[in-house]
Nanobody
Framework: QVQLQESGPGLVKPSQTLSVTCTVSGGSITTNYYSWTWIRQSPGKGLEWMGAIDYDGTTYYSPSLKSRTPISRDTSKNQFSLELASVTPEDTALYYC????????????WGQGILVTVSS
């Protein structure tokens, strides 16, 4: 059974880098045909798709992101990560890592989410 688990610092200061990692168990992040996605949820914006990295390493990003390459992966650890530079309190949100199943175009497996607060 594939499971996703977010981890990382729950508090980050403004202007610094927000980092969160998703550890995938029960399946490989390089397996066809899945994409590994970051979605965040906040009271002000609701659910927001941020970007994804495919099974082959191809990346896709929301045009609203100011970081150039915010999503990366470590196949040896079966992990993928999100890094947002120069964050503000508006980046405070519940961050989810989610699997996108290309067979059905469905977000079929979600992590439990991790709350990251940007505050001084």
């Amino acid at each position: 059974q594939v499971q996703l688990q977010e981890s990382g610092p729950g508090l980050v200061k403004p202007s610094q880098t927000l980092s969160v990692t998703c550890t995938v168990s029960g399946g490989s992040i390089t397996t066809n045909y899945y994409s590994w996605t970051w979605i965040r949820q906040s009271p002000g914006k609701g659910l927001e798709w941020m970007g994804a990295i495919d099974y082959d390493g191809t990346t896709y990003y929301s045009p609203s992101l100011k970081s150039r390459t915010p999503i990366s992966r470590d196949t040896s650890k079966n992990q993928f990560s999100l890094e947002l530079a120069s964050v503000t309190p508006e980046d405070t949100a519940l961050y989810y890592c989610v699997r996108l199943n290309y067979y059905f175009n469905a977000l079929d497996i979600w992590g439990q989410g991790i709350l990251v607060t940007v505050s001084s």
